[in-house]
């Protein structure tokens, strides 16, 4: 058991003559830390927010961390916290689909809620994409937008679908 024991907590359950006898010691030691465990992830829980890069997935994935540790800590959170709380964590730019969430039918889960939030999420980094093209040879944003996602540069605007198939257009 001394083997798999971190350092500092070998000393705790140093004399201890069988790992039966040392894991018991162990549980009391940190179940009187239990309140504190819990009030350090109930507060994590309401203080989880979205960050700028973090991906929604890995968002609600802390979420999931944690509703396992708050169970491993002696307490219960339902799915439907679990997502009021992720509801509160996210940007203004998610406010219509959590309106549209929270009026809906569907019971409140990450499962339910994610691929909604996914949805809005990857709407939102090609409206961010298509805005950072502003600008690009001659200003045309949505030529120079469709160009990208075709696979060739905006300098290639002057082209049609003749080019692709080895056509010249001029």
């Known amino acids: 058991m001394l083997i798999h ?9 140093e004399g201890e003559p069988t790992a039966e006898k040392a ?26 927010r979205v960050t700028k890069g973090k991906a929604i997935a890995e968002y609600l994935g ?10 491993a800590a002696g307490q219960t959170v ?13 940007p203004e730019e998610y406010a219509t689909v959590v309106e549209f969430l929270e009026l809906g039918e569907e019971e409140l889960t990450l499962d339910e809620i994610q691929p ?8 939102l980094k090609l ?8 600008g ?3 200003g045309d944003e949505a030529v120079a937008y469709a ?9 290639e605007k002057g082209r049609g679908s003749s080019n692709e198939l080895g056509r010249n257009s001029e």
């Not at 971190?6 to 705790?12: I, N, R, T």
């Not at 409206?127 to 502003?134: F, Q």
């Open 62 to 71: 802390e979420f999931r961390e944690l509703k396992i540790d708050l169970e």
């Open 78 to 90: 339902s799915e439907g916290e679990l997502a009021v709380h992720a509801f509160e964590g996210l």
């Open 5 to 13: 024991t971190e350092d500092a907590y070998v000393k705790l359950i």
């Open 136 to 138: 690009t040879s001659g």
């Open 127 to 134: 409206r961010a994409e298509a805005g950072s093209l502003k």
């Open 23 to 48: 894991w018991k010691k162990l549980e009391e030691i940190f179940e009187k830390r239990s309140n504190a465990r819990m009030i350090q992830l109930r507060r994590k829980l309401t203080g989880l």
């Open 147 to 155: 160009a990208k996602h075709r696979g060739y540069s905006s300098s």
């Open 116 to 123: 909604k939030l996914m949805q809005r999420e990857q709407k």
